[in-house]
T-cell receptor, first 113, second 111 residues
């Protein structure tokens, strides 16, 4: 069964450092999402891509977060500088555009110390 | 913004018992989804509901899309140890492909 690949699985970084996460969606999925999930809460959308274009980044803290999907395939989410409050699970998901194709990766667990 | 209120926040039950949880919103959603998340993993889709009033089953799981399109419930019958985890409801925002999630229901099963 096709999967959404994310790396790394775990990341510990010091505050004020830069950190990056990578996501490889299911082949052929045009829509890619980055969600942030704080412990004990549901996931919240950070950014949505359609191919290489950003469709929705209204909840992305743009002063420190950036996301790109240059060739419309894999994607990178960056935080610079990281803050203690950024500690969370960062989930990537992809979709063919139909809801049944909305699949999540296993996430990257970020801890900022 | 749009919010989903999920209840209960946690449940402690005996193996074999039935489970019921629900999700309500002040907003209308065209699609309701139920996910299960195991520790350290991403959410996995359990059931998707596309029409108001729809009742859908997936094995021991049954979910319904409320008539008002503002609520949904999930039932699990004859719970087993592997049902342990966090269950999330999610609503699809009209006109978009993004999901709004509830806060989750943590299910714990005593053998």
């Amino acid at each position: 069964e096709a999967e959404v690949a994310q790396s790394p699985r775990y990341k510990i970084t010091e505050k004020s450092q830069a950190v990056a996460f990578w996501c490889d969606p299911i082949s052929g999925h045009a829509t890619l999402y980055w969600y942030r999930q704080i412990l004990g809460q549901g996931p919240e959308l950070l950014v949505q891509f359609q191919d290489e274009s950003v469709v929705d980044d209204s909840q992305l803290p743009k002063d420190r977060f950036s996301a790109e999907r240059l060739k419309g395939v894999d994607s990178t989410l960056k935080i610079q500088p990281a803050e203690l409050g950024d500690s969370a699970m960062y989930l990537c998901a992809s979709s063919q555009g139909q809801l049944y194709g909305y699949t999540f990766g296993s996430g990257t667990r970020l801890t900022v110390v | 913004g749009q919010q989903l209120n999920q209840s209960p926040q946690s449940m402690f039950i005996q193996e074999g018992e039935d489970v019921s949880m629900n999700c309500t919103s002040s907003s209308i959603f065209n699609t309701w989804l139920w996910y299960k998340q195991d520790p350290g993993e991403g959410p996995v889709l359990l059931i998707a509901l596309y029409k108001a009033g729809e009742l859908t089953s997936n094995g021991r799981l049954t979910a319904q899309f409320g008539i008002t399109r503002k609520d949904s419930f999930l039932n699990i019958s004859a719970s087993i140890p592997s049902d342990v985890g966090i269950y999330f409801c999610a609503g699809l925002v009209k006109g978009a492909q993004k999901l709004v999630f509830g806060q989750g229901t943590r299910l714990t099963i005593n053998p």
